[in-house]
């Protein structure tokens, strides 16, 4: 199997186990800068992460399956809002990051999901001096997320339900939003539990922030292709199933989540949840909205 790194639109993308036959490539979309799911590194010439090897594996699957010689992998790097054009219109087949499954993006971007690689929850990344230890304290703060994710509308009900009137912040990217704490710009960051924990860890001074706050949502993070696709969706989600099954997503939690992982070898000492751990036991593509 061959790799490549892709800047610009991709040829294949059709999203069709056909077609990636026909062509003899993958493409596969991620995040560049979503810790350890999928980001890259300095110099690197293809993303790292949690998400990129559950892909690759899959990968290599469908290589046998199709008997190919060769599947070139190439890699598209999309944010938050890029994502899901990028899927529909076929720029990628598979989008490997740590998107969240829901309706929303069922039913009105066609997108489809298969068997959650993590079960994620919403909190808070704040500066330890901020005083900021719940949700109930955002009362006049500034809060900010990335743009086109699910803690936008989130943070806009707890307010409006608490009447907490905080100034909500959007940014283009997570690596922003955590600058922007750190800047001393915003005073919370909401989203994913997991994406948090990574910041803070990377942080040159981790103990100068806390991840904060009781879950304010559950997200089950997945891979993302095209509801046009069913053959390709069976298809990942027979081999997402075979992975968790025989202990290789575990292993792989393990290697991203619970060791030194690069360019820093910072570990996030992030032990499973109880949420994933029952969700491997019992592995399916059926989540609750």
């Given at each position: 199997?061959?790799?490549?790194?892709?800047?610009l639109p991709a040829k294949a993308g059709q999203?069709?186990?056909?077609?990636?036959?026909?062509?003899?490539?993958?493409?596969?979309?991620?995040?560049?800068?979503?810790?350890?799911?999928?980001?890259?590194?300095?110099?690197?010439?293809?993303?790292?992460?949690?998400?990129?090897?559950?892909?690759?594996?899959?990968?290599?699957?469908?290589?046998?399956?199709?008997?190919?010689?060769?599947?070139?992998?190439?890699?598209?790097?999309?944010?938050?809002?890029?994502?899901?054009?990028?899927?529909?219109?076929?720029?990628?087949?598979?989008?490997?990051?740590?998107?969240?499954?829901?309706?929303?993006?069922?039913?009105?971007?066609?997108?489809?999901?298969?068997?959650?690689?993590?079960?994620?929850?919403?909190?808070?990344?704040?500066?330890?001096?901020?005083?900021?230890?719940?949700?109930?304290?955002?009362?006049?703060?500034?809060?900010?997320?990335?743009?086109?994710?699910?803690?936008?509308?989130?943070?806009?009900?707890?307010?409006?339900?608490?009447?907490?009137?905080?100034?909500?912040?959007?940014?283009?990217?997570?690596?922003?939003?955590?600058?922007?704490?750190?800047?001393?710009?915003?005073?919370?960051?909401?989203?994913?539990?997991?994406?948090?924990?990574?910041?803070?860890?990377?942080?040159?001074?981790?103990?100068?922030?806390?991840?904060?706050?009781?879950?304010?949502?559950?997200?089950?993070?997945?891979?993302?292709?095209?509801?046009?696709?069913?053959?390709?969706?069976?298809?990942?989600?027979?081999?997402?199933?075979?992975?968790?099954?025989?202990?290789?997503?575990?292993?792989?939690?393990?290697?991203?989540?619970?060791?030194?992982?690069?360019?820093?070898?910072?570990?996030?000492?992030?032990?499973?949840?109880y949420l994933m751990r029952d969700s491997l036991?019992?592995?399916?593509?059926?989540?609750?909205?």
């Amino acid at each position: 199997m061959t790799t490549a790194a892709l800047t610009l639109p991709a040829k294949a993308g059709q999203g069709s186990l056909d077609s990636i036959r026909s062509s003899g490539e993958l493409v596969i979309g991620y995040r560049a800068d979503a810790v350890p799911f999928s980001y890259d590194l300095p110099g690197g010439k293809q993303p790292v992460g949690y998400a990129i090897e559950i892909c690759k594996q899959i990968a290599e699957a469908m290589k046998k399956e199709l008997k190919l010689k060769e599947l070139t992998l190439r890699y598209k790097a999309v944010d938050s809002k890029q994502r899901f054009p990028a899927v529909a219109e076929g720029q990628v087949d598979l989008e490997c990051a740590n998107t969240t499954n829901n309706r929303e993006r069922r039913d009105k971007l066609g997108m489809a999901f298969t068997i959650p690689h993590y079960i994620a929850g919403t909190r808070m990344l704040v500066r330890k001096d901020s005083k900021i230890e719940r949700v109930e304290d955002l009362g006049g703060k500034r809060v900010i997320t990335t743009k086109g994710t699910t803690s936008a509308p989130l943070i806009k009900s707890k307010s409006q339900d608490l009447g907490l009137k905080l100034t909500l912040l959007e940014c283009d990217d997570d690596q922003q939003c955590f600058n922007a704490v750190d800047k001393r710009q915003a005073d919370a960051y909401l989203m994913d539990d997991i994406l948090l924990y990574s910041f803070r860890a990377s942080a040159p001074k981790p103990e100068d922030f806390a991840v904060v706050g009781k879950l304010l949502s559950i997200e089950p993070l997945s891979l993302m292709m095209s509801k046009k696709d069913p053959a390709l969706k069976k298809f990942v989600d027979a081999e997402m199933g075979r992975l968790i099954r025989g202990g290789e997503v575990a292993k792989l939690y393990k290697q991203w989540f619970e060791s030194p992982i690069p360019p820093k070898n910072a570990n996030l000492n992030v032990p499973m949840n109880y949420l994933m751990r029952d969700s491997l036991k019992f592995p399916t593509d059926q989540v609750g909205d």
